[in-house]
């Protein structure tokens, strides 16, 4: 598996990831918003923990 040979960019990689994880979880919270306002503040009560996962993990 190349994970094992690259340690360090694996780590920037992940953050890709995680990034990119965000900019779809914004996409179905716009897509939820415009559809449903109840689904709304559910997808907020799951945005707020991956968002301090991702500020703990990048530090």
């Known amino acids: 598996m190349p994970y094992e040979n690259k340690t360090r960019p694996s780590s920037s990689l992940g953050g890709m990831i995680l990034f990119l994880f965000l900019v779809m ?19 907020a009560k799951v945005f707020v923990p991956i968002t301090s ?3 703990s993990l990048t530090k």
């Open 25 to 43: 979880i914004g996409i179905t919270a716009a897509i939820v918003s415009t559809g449903a306002v109840g689904g709304q503040d559910r997808q």
């Open 53 to 55: 996962q991702t500020i």
